[in-house]
């Protein structure tokens, strides 16, 4: 059985930059056909997907997100990151991470979820 | 991308069947067949009901069931329960991912 877990911090200052990490357990980010996945919600509003690291590297992110985040693999670890820099109060959230198999849309693993929010 | 569109609700009584709609554009929904659906509780994370548009997971109930025509994905609740009072997400592939807003279904 997969298991993901965020961990992070949970207060982030705005313009400084948000860091969270997905620890993977019961698979491997480095094996199989699988999206390692960020999403986000904001309080009380709809999901918003961030982006993917693919198994064998290559990132895909949001568009809307693209300029401000990085999303990495650390198989030693057999974890991955999520990195979005210049953070605003917009950016405030429950962040997930997850795993898609075979397709980016089927998101077959969540996280529990970690609340970040920015503010001085 | 835009987000695809879902009613902001939608109700029915125990025992009655329900469809969410899910209506995307030619780039997305009606492109691929890669739509999933999520049931949401409050604080809680999503679950996968339906992925690739009408498949399910091992697990989830068969009265859950997707389809698509055209732009538009459908996600319908038959024998509907007490249990499926919660938020659905549709979700599709459109060279990155695109989520719908959201349907909170009430089971009066």
């Known amino acids: 059985q997969v298991q993901l877990q965020e961990s992070g911090p949970g207060l982030v200052k705005p313009s400084e930059t948000l860091s969270l990490t997905c620890t993977v357990s019961?698979?491997?980010?480095?094996?199989?056909?699988?999206?390692w996945t960020w999403i986000r919600q904001p309080p009380g509003k709809g999901l918003e997907w961030i982006g993917y690291?693919?198994?064998?590297?290559?990132?895909n992110y949001n568009p809307s997100l693209k300029s401000r985040v990085t999303i990495s693999v650390d198989t030693s670890k057999n974890q991955f990151s999520l990195n979005l820099n210049s953070v605003t109060a917009a950016d405030t959230a429950v962040y997930y991470c997850?795993?898609?198999?075979?397709?980016?849309?089927?998101?077959?693993?969540w996280g529990q979820g970690t609340l970040v929010t920015v503010s001085s | 991308q835009s987000a695809l569109t879902q009613p902001a609700s939608v109700s029915g009584s125990p025992g009655q069947s329900i469809t969410i709609s899910c209506t995307g554009t030619?780039?997305?929904?009606?492109?691929?067949?890669?739509v999933s659906w999520y049931q949401q509780y409050p604080g809680k994370a999503p679950k996968l009901m339906i992925y690739?548009?009408?498949k399910r997971p091992s697990g989830v109930s068969n009265r859950f069931s997707g389809s698509k025509s055209g732009n538009t994905a459908s996600l319908t609740i038959s024998g509907l329960q007490a249990e499926d009072e919660a938020d659905y997400y549709c979700?599709?592939?459109?060279?990155?991912?695109?989520f719908g807003g959201g349907t909170k279904l009430t089971v009066l």
């Open positions: 979700c599709s592939y459109a060279g990155t991912v695109v």
């Open positions: 997850a795993r898609a198999n075979v397709s980016p849309s089927s998101i077959d693993y």
């Open positions: 690739e548009g009408s």
């Open positions: 019961g698979g491997s980010v480095s094996s199989g056909s699988y999206y």
């Open positions: 030619s780039s997305d929904v009606g492109r691929y067949n890669l």
């Open positions: 690291i693919y198994y064998s590297g290559s990132t």
